[in-house]
């Protein structure tokens, strides 16, 4: 029967989960909350009540957490943020910072 060494076993007690990327949608004057709400739901997957709420919390606090994501996803929901307002003319915007 095998047995693990010692170097195998400290390789698999080292392992580290990835950094977590809080995700923001920015307030701004010209994009219309129900484009928020509908950005929030197709991209974030919220439903409309969480959907609401963020997008007061945009309104009100200048910005509002959309979820928490390994860097990959929060950039990849960063760049869909972006691009489905500028197809719709908005200049909404998004950002994300470290947990």
Same mark, same amino acid.
């Given at each position: 029967m095998a047995t693990k060494t010692d170097l195998e076993i400290e390789e698999i007690t080292s392992l580290q989960y990835p950094?977590?990327?809080f995700v923001y949608l920015? &307030?701004?004057?010209?994009?219309?909350?129900?484009? =928020? =709400?509908?950005i929030l739901m197709s991209i974030f997957h919220k439903t409309? #009540? #969480?959907?609401? &709420?963020?997008?007061? #919390?945009v309104h009100k606090k200048e910005r509002g957490l959309c979820g928490i994501y390994t860097y990959e996803?929060? #950039?990849?929901?960063?760049?869909?943020?972006i691009r489905k307002a500028k197809d719709n003319g908005f200049p909404l915007k998004a950002t994300m910072e470290e947990e």
């Amino acid at each position: 029967m095998a047995t693990k060494t010692d170097l195998e076993i400290e390789e698999i007690t080292s392992l580290q989960y990835p950094k977590k990327y809080f995700v923001y949608l920015l &307030n701004d004057d010209y994009t219309p909350m129900d484009f =928020v =709400v509908d950005i929030l739901m197709s991209i974030f997957h919220k439903t409309y #009540e #969480e959907a609401q &709420n963020i997008m007061l #919390e945009v309104h009100k606090k200048e910005r509002g957490l959309c979820g928490i994501y390994t860097y990959e996803i929060a #950039e990849t929901k960063i760049r869909q943020v972006i691009r489905k307002a500028k197809d719709n003319g908005f200049p909404l915007k998004a950002t994300m910072e470290e947990e």
